[in-house]
Structures are given as C-alpha cells and as structure tokens.
C-alpha cells in the first residue's frame, strides 16, 4: 500500500533551509511520503536554497505577481495550495510567513492536520517583526501539532493553551500537542558547513570570496559577516547601521567585512552608497546558503538582523550583535551568544570593540536552539500524530 502523503509547504528561503532537514528525515524514516511545495513566493531563492541539500520541489506554484503586495500573494496562494493540499494527510508548514499562514489556513479548511515547525517564537510586539509576530500566533491557534524549537517556546504555546482553554471555560486538552524537538536550521547549517569547510572543500566560485576565505584561514585577517534584510530597517535605520559597520572595519585594520545585499534595488543602492567604496568590504548578491555557512563558520564576528543567524551562529562560537529593538530568540541573549544593539550606532561600534578586542566573554554553553537532531525528532513526531509511531522523546539544551 502507498504510504501517507505529507505536503511540507515552502515559500521563502529560510523554510527552505529550515525545511529541508525535515524533508530528508522523513524520507528516512520511510514511515511517511514528504512532498515539498514550493509556493512561489520566493522562487528562485527557495529553489536554490534546497539544492544545496540535494531535494528538488516536488510540486511548483506558479503565480502571477505584479504589485507585490501581501493581499495580492494571499489571494494567489489561496486557490494554488487549495488544489495541491487537497489529498495530504497532513500539511506541514514552517514559521512565519505568508505562505506557511496559507498553507495552515488551507489545510485546517479541509479537515487536514497541520504541523507547525517552530512554533511558539512570539516577541509579544505585533508590530516587530511584522507581520511575522501575527502570523505565527495565528498559526498556533489551529495548529494540529506544535514542534517547538525552545522550552522557552513550548511553554509560550502551553500559556497560550491554557488562556484559550480558560476563556472557553473548558478543560485543558490531556493530548499534549506540543512537542520540543530543537531547530531543524541546527541539523541544516553543521551538515552544510562541514562540505564546505573541510580540507578537500572547494574555493568559492567568486574569486573575490575566495581571496577573503584566504586570508582569514592563513589567520591573516579576521571576518566579519554582516547581513541587514529586515523591511523595518530599511532607510534610515539601515543607513545608521552601515556608518556603523564602516566605523567598526576603520577601527579595526584587520578585519574584513562581507555584506551580502538584499535583491531590492533601493536596498542595494544604499549599500553600495554607503560601503561600495571601501578597500576593505565586500558587498555581494545573497549568497548560496552553503556559501554563507562557509563565512558564518569563519566569522570573528557576525551583525546581522536574521533570527536564522541568531540560531546558526551558537554552533560555531561566533557572537552575534542583533540589529534589532527586540528578538523572539531570547535564548540566545540570556546565552551571551548575542547582544541586543538595534540601530544605533553607538552601540554597534562600542558591543562591537568589544568582541573583537576581546572584551567579550565567551558562553561556556553550546547552541541552546538545537543538538543537530530536531528533523528526526520532528519526523517521528508527525508519524505519531498519524498513529505510524511512538511519540518522540523532548529535547533537552
């Protein structure tokens, strides 16, 4: 008999990534049949994201954009996911996106179990990130199961369970649903980075990025990796942000800084504005994400506004100054893996001396967001939810 269909619904290159260590690992376990859907939303960043771990989509939406606005994707993705998703016996969906709200949104229309892959992250700001901070709290509302990276998480979930239940006036579900499996982007960036940091691993094709990864591996020079996405920095903010970062790389005539840009013109011309002059900063198109874990696991240093990065960088003992007012990856504050900076640049430069005249202290803890073996936890959780096996036990950091 065929086995159960599972439709993992990716629509932007970090559910890829985060997505991918799923996908493989249910393979695996052979207990269940995984079809990776690719919304559309970000194709080709999406499409080159999980070559990098061998999987091509399965099923492609294509949709017609023109105004790029949230209300034209919904639209779109409604009847595209509504035709795929029709015949899953569960839809897995990852974070906090549009596509990943969608797709949860479709499947509960039709009676089909959702899986929310990291549940439970909330800053408690609806307008940070936004709309990110809404959509996950919507997703956890109808979610069948709640694969929670954190305890922190879990526990968000269980609060919000028992609020739910309370305001009801009924009695808290005993099926507990919320399972703490750790961050699948752990699984994702050690299994990368070793193929790409390895001493058979190749140069980078752009000679410029090899020149860098020379230079730090001869211990000539130190790395610093700074990437600034997040719409809510855009202008001024990201403006405060690069004086920052050309005042850091100044002071500090060893270092040299890798940028890769955001794709949107107004963005990069910022940018290129601001650091495109200096000797010591490369500016880049995004990365592969095997060619940003390179650069991540040779970092001195990392500035970035990337909650990924927050979970990535533990693994290789790499500090991370967060460009952001607030982060819903606590764990890695109270860790002393990151700092909280925003975009001030007083305080980029000063947090930033800090770490790399070595002022900083080094956690004596690993990555509290993963042990590399959340997707085979989150695996064997989803086939329980099926009745295909036994529960998983939790993570422990």
């Known amino acids: 008999m065929p086995l159960p269909t599972v439709h993992l619904v990716v629509g932007t290159r970090p559910e890829a990534i985060k997505m991918a260590p799923l996908a493989l ?47 034209e994707l919904v639209a779109e993705l409604v009847p595209a ?16 996106t549009t596509s990943a709200l969608v797709g949860g949104l479709v499947a509960m229309w039709r009676r089909i179990p959702v899986v929310h892959l990291e549940a439970g992250l909330r800053s408690g700001d609806l307008a940070a990130p936004f709309p990110e901070e809404a959509n996950r709290r919507l997703i956890g509302v109808f979610a069948d199961l709640h694969l929670a990276p954190t305890p922190r998480s879990a526990a ?20 507990d649903r919320i399972l703490l499996t750790g961050n699948t982007v752990v699984d994702a960036v050690v299994a990368v980075a070793a193929d790409v940091t390895g001493p058979t691993a190749a140069e980078p094709d752009d000679e410029r990025l090899a020149a860098v990864h020379r230079e730090v591996t001869a211990g000539r020079s130190r790395l610093l990796l ?23 790389v100044d002071d500090h005539p060893d270092v040299l800084c890798v940028l890769p840009a955001h794709a949107n013109p107004a963005v990069r011309g910022q940018v290129d504005t601001a650091l495109g002059d200096h000797p010591r900063v490369l500016v880049t198109d995004p990365l592969p994400y095997p060619e940003l874990c390179r650069l991540l696991a040779r ?9 990924g990065i927050q979970e990535e960088a533990p693994s290789f003992e790499v500090p991370v100054l967060v460009l952001r007012e607030v982060t819903e990856r606590k764990e890695a504050v109270e860790s002393g893996w990151a ?22 202290l080094r956690p004596t803890t690993g990555n509290p967001f993963g042990d590399g073996r959340a997707a085979e936890r989150g695996a064997q959780a989803i086939a329980w939810l099926l009745g295909h096996a036994g529960r998983p036990a939790d993570f422990t950091p």
């Open 226 to 248: 700074v990437t600034a996405h997040r719409r809510e920095s855009w202008g001024e903010p990201l403006d405060r942000v690069l004086g920052a970062v050309r005042q850091v």
């Open 156 to 175: 968000a979930l269980r609060t919000e369970a028992a609020a739910a239940a309370e305001a009801a006036g009924t009695a808290l579900a005993g099926d």
């Open 299 to 307: 970092a001195s240093l990392v500035l970035s506004d990337s909650g």
């Open 81 to 96: 996911l509504d035709t795929v998703l029709a015949t899953s016996s569960a839809v897995i969906v990852q974070g906090d």
């Open 25 to 71: 690992a249910l393979r695996r376990a052979g207990l269940l049949e995984p079809v990776v859907v690719a919304t559309g939303q970000h194709p080709t960043m999406v499409a080159q994201a999980l070559l990098a771990f061998g999987i091509s989509p399965d099923v492609v939406c294509h949709l017609h954009r023109t105004t790029g606005e949230q209300s």
């Open 339 to 360: 700092q909280l900076v925003g975009t001030d640049p007083d305080l980029i430069v000063g947090a930033a001396k800090g770490a790399l005249d070595g002022d900083w």
